[in-house]
């Protein structure tokens, strides 16, 4: 009875991870799951909602567009984290998945998701696969860079947005 139930217990997880996540495949063994986009952008929350519309009623962005937009970033990092690991030679993928000042909306968003623990926490559990994504914010001490390189990082993340997300999402972002 006890096998039963952890065998029925792993088929429930599989069946999760398989309607939530993209498998990428090395040698035929899956070194790192995706969320899927859908799936992602499927997500509700009453409570964010109504809690960024009480703190950001001047907001740029709505709320269920901000979430929306959210969820997109939150991929799209994801997405990068997982390319670096296939492709670790590619220079394309040498730029920080960061929100920029032009993201403020997003990040408001993400600031008031964080403050709902439990939902945040069940969130990245049940969408992320267990993936707690932590919001690490710059506190200025980053390492002076040349504009140049700045300017490089910077094309090379607005091309991967628009490659994955379209031009509608980077102007959005962007704007």
């Known amino acids: ?20 996540c993209r498998y990428t495949y090395t040698n035929q063994s899956p070194i790192i799951m995706h969320p899927d ?11 964010i909602i109504t809690r960024y519309n009480m703190d950001y009623p001047t907001a740029a962005m709505q709320a269920e567009e901000a979430l929306h937009e959210l969820m997109k970033f939150i991929w799209l ?9 296939l492709y670790p030679d590619d220079k394309n993928l040498d730029f920080s998945c ?10 408001k968003m993400w600031h008031t998701f964080l403050l709902f623990t439990r939902d945040y926490h069940e969130f990245c559990d049940t969408r992320l696969n ?3 994504f932590h919001h690490d914010p710059l506190i200025g001490e980053n390492t002076p860079v040349s504009e140049e390189d700045y300017t490089l990082e910077l094309t090379r993340y607005l091309t991967y947005i628009h ?13």
């Open 163 to 175: 490659d994955h997300l379209g031009s509608e999402t980077l102007i959005k972002w962007f704007q």
């Open 1 to 20: 009875m006890a096998q039963e139930l952890v065998l029925d217990d792993i088929t429930a997880m599989m069946a999760r991870y398989q309607k939530t």
């Open 98 to 107: 960061v929100i920029h000042a032009e993201m403020a909306d997003i990040d």
């Open 37 to 47: 986009l859908k799936d992602l952008l499927d997500y509700r929350n009453h409570k």
């Open 130 to 132: 267990g993936i707690f």
């Open 77 to 85: 990092c994801h997405k990068h984290k997982t390319d670096k690991l």
